[in-house]
């Protein structure tokens, strides 16, 4: 089976600190994505990952940025939390074809809350 | 307008009862996926569907491409049933609905 694995299940932060949500995935997949998910809202999508060190904005890549210096791993860094940035994360990945199927696999989430 | 509408929003049944999730959207698709997420948070891909219809087990996806419309069914709900079920839809990049709330009591 797929494992998605994100580091962090629950956190809680303060305005203005840096904070860094790690996801790994086990199945040697290309494409690794982060979204975030928040009440009445579809899932969103922050930035995304096709390879290594490549990196793509998705629709709210706003106070985001990301890393993927290994192809297991892609992190999400909140350069300076803010409180509007209170969320559910949730980190997926998918094999190529994923651009032709959007066949994704997801982590557990972490659920950031910033004060 | 959100491109991936769902209805109901929330839904309260009782054990047994049949189930049904509608999901609209107005784009075109190459894939439409239904999902379901846990109160724990990690969501799982239930179906993935480009025309007709798929069953595993007590749960059956349909979707109609010309009307835009898929429905996912649950049959002889059970109280485990309960969760988060998302509607999304794939044309280059995916589009999800709010998902719908589903509690079935015993």
């Known amino acids: 089976d797929v494992k998605v694995t994100q580091s962090s299940r629950y956190l809680v932060k303060r305005t203005g600190e840096k904070v860094f949500l790690e996801c790994v995935q086990d199945m040697d997949h290309e494409n690794m994505f982060w979204y975030r998910q928040d009440p009445g809202l579809g899932l969103r999508l922050i930035y995304f990952?096709?390879?290594?060190?490549?990196?793509e904005k998705g629709d709210i890549p706003e106070g985001y940025s990301v890393s993927r210096e290994k192809k297991e791993r892609f992190s999400l860094i909140l350069e300076s939390a803010s409180t509007n940035q209170t969320s559910m994360y949730l980190c997926?990945?998918?094999?190529?074809?994923?651009?032709?199927?959007?066949?994704?696999?997801f982590g557990e989430g972490s659920r950031l809350t910033v004060l | 307008k959100n491109e991936v509408e769902q209805s109901p929003q929330n839904l309260t049944a009782q054990e047994g009862e049949f189930i049904t999730i509608n999901c609209s959207y107005s784009v075109g698709i190459s894939a439409l996926h239904w999902l379901q997420q846990h109160p724990g948070g990690g969501i799982v891909s239930l179906f993935m569907?480009?025309?007709g219809k798929k069953k595993h087990g007590r749960l059956i996806a349909t979707i109609n491409i010309q009307e835009k419309h898929s429905s996912l069914h649950i049959t002889a709900s059970h109280p485990r049933d309960s969760a988060v079920y998302i509607c999304?839809?794939?044309?280059?990049?995916?589009?999800f609905g709010a998902g719908t709330r589903l509690t079935v009591k015993p």
């Open positions: 569907l480009s025309s």
């Open positions: 990952s096709y390879d290594v060190k490549m990196k």
């Open positions: 997926a990945s998918g094999l190529t074809d994923v651009r032709f199927t959007g066949e994704l696999f």
């Open positions: 999304a839809v794939f044309n280059n990049d995916m589009r």
